[in-house]
């Protein structure tokens, strides 16, 4: 493959371990066998560079963390939002990000960018060469390359867009979005190949496009025999991100078709019934309601680390008291509540965010978590909430009534005591809204809910005070912060790549 000028698409190097089955250990133990960047000699070949680019999801600037740093499309979201506030035990490693002071330079920002365009690449690779091994005896395997690289390819284009869009209006045409780079474009790159970012209607054309083939090819292969497939992508997670994707597009009957899709392949659990595997769903012990996760492993930076160091209990950020409390007795989520008992520990009359704090070692001196613990990139409760706030938003007696069963729904399976919901109109949507919070919390979503419905962010105290070092409290709807800088080294590196209003 030629060198690439577009400087997020220079020579990947990372090797993996064949791709033969669906076993937790195929995604995580790599055995370096080939470079990425050559091309593949085998269809063995082909899958060990997809599972490449599940690799790549798991980065410590994609859904892993560092110390205090990273966790892009896992914790920082929710930093970068309402959800959290920085404590004064901080290293402030992501200040600049909580702050919403980052620019051009900013080192998180270069990384949330290049990041999903490494696995993108990875998946263009497979695209381009998987059909050249189509046989009687591999069409499974081939249609199982191809439905998951479209799907992958989908899920970090759109990640990406989610950041470095200033809005997320499907039809526009002037409004710009990021290149989407497919297999094709990678075949007739030069060392000059420079892409330039497509307007919304272009980029979403596209993306559905993807969405449409993996939904295409996953559906002709059942991709994990007997049982779900978590560390792979398969049929649910394409209806899934479908759906995702239309709620940013405004498409709400897209959404009630493709969640219900999804849905149909993975229900909703009864936390209240099996809380043990409510909780279990993300310590690793139990598959719940998973639809898709990103394995880790020891040593492997886990979500957790950018707010929650796991092997001394340090916290780098809290919840906000508008989310939860210790007591449990006021917010969004209550002691009455199996979400309350997922995400948080008291810790005196503090919370600590023990969302992904991993398994438990003993010894003799302590009992510590270890901080190797799965995100969970997509699950079946947010299918829920996005089908109940889709139903909502299309309005009229029939939709809201099944606004409010889905919502009825979640609370019967969340909560020990709960007041049905009977709002209507736009209360009903403040409620789905309210309930996607309470849901979604540090599972990525908070800060791009909030750009998509056009809202400011209000910090409650303790930001602003001796309590926490975030000075930034309110961001307003029309500030540029909300879609992050192009980073300098990419309009550097490739002229047509526009700069996001407000920072040049």
Not at 14 to 27: D, G, N, R
Request: glycine letters at 8%; aromatic letters at 12%.
């Amino acid at each position: 493959m030629k060198k690439l000028s577009f400087k997020i698409l220079l020579s990947i190097s990372l090797s993996a371990s064949l791709f033969q089955s669906c076993s937790k250990s195929e995604i995580i133990d790599l055995d370096p066998q080939f470079n990425l960047v050559d091309n593949p000699k085998s269809l063995d070949e082909v899958e060990s560079v997809l599972l490449g680019a599940y690799v790549g999801f798991r980065g410590a600037n994609y859904y892993g963390s560092g110390s205090g740093t990273g966790g892009g499309w896992s914790m920082m979201p929710d930093v970068l939002g309402d959800d959290m506030f920085e404590t004064t035990l901080s290293l402030a490693n992501s200040r600049v990000m909580s702050t919403w002071t980052y620019d051009v330079s900013t080192g998180q920002v270069a990384s949330f960018f290049q990041s999903p365009y490494a696995v993108v690449q990875r998946s263009n690779i497979v695209l381009r060469e998987a059909k050249k091994y189509l046989g009687p005896n591999t069409v499974d395997r081939v249609n199982s390359a191809l439905g998951q690289s479209y799907l992958v390819r989908a899920w970090a284009h759109f990640d990406v867009f989610r950041y470095f869009a200033p809005f997320y209006d499907r039809n526009s045409t002037t409004n710009l979005a990021l290149p989407y780079i497919r297999e094709t474009d990678a075949e007739v790159i030069t060392p000059d190949f420079k892409p330039s970012r497509l307007n919304n209607q272009q980029f979403y054309n596209r993306l559905f496009a993807d969405l449409d083939s993996a939904i295409k090819y996953l559906g002709l292969v059942d991709l994990q025999p007997g049982g779900r497939s978590i560390p792979f992508m398969d049929l649910a997670a394409a209806y899934g991100l479908k759906a995702r994707v239309s709620l940013y597009a405004q498409d709400w009957q897209g959404v009630v078709n493709n969640a219900t899709q999804a849905l149909s392949l993975r229900p909703v659990m009864d936390g209240v019934a099996d809380p043990d595997g409510f909780v279990g769903m993300y310590q690793n012990t139990n598959d719940g309601e998973i639809i898709w996760n990103v394995q880790f492993e020891t040593n492997q930076s886990g979500p957790t680390f950018l707010v929650y160091f796991a092997t001394n209990g340090r916290s780098y950020f809290r919840p906000s008291p508008q989310l939860a409390v210790g007591a449990g007795n006021s917010g969004l989520i209550r002691s009455n509540d199996i979400r309350f008992f997922s995400n948080f520990t008291q810790a005196g009359a503090n919370l600590n965010i023990t969302k992904y704090q991993g398994k438990f070692n003993f010894n003799e001196n302590s009992v510590v978590s270890n901080g190797n613990a799965n995100f969970i990139a997509m699950r079946a409760g947010e299918m829920l909430v996005s089908r109940a706030e889709a139903y909502a938003r299309l309005g009229g007696a029939l939709n809201e009534t099944r606004a409010q069963n889905d919502l009825n729904e979640l609370k019967d399976k969340r909560m020990l005591t709960f007041t049905p919901v009977t709002a209507t109109g736009q209360d009903l949507i403040t409620e789905c809204l309210n309930e996607r919070r309470r849901e979604l919390f540090a599972e990525g979503h908070r800060f791009f809910d909030l750009k998509r419905t056009t809202r400011t962010i209000s910090r409650p105290s303790p930001c602003g005070t001796a309590n926490s070092p975030v000075s930034n409290c309110t961001l307003s709807p029309t500030a540029r912060e909300w879609a992050l800088p192009i980073p300098e080294v990419e309009t550097r590196t490739n002229s047509n790549m526009i700069q996001n209003e407000g920072y040049n």
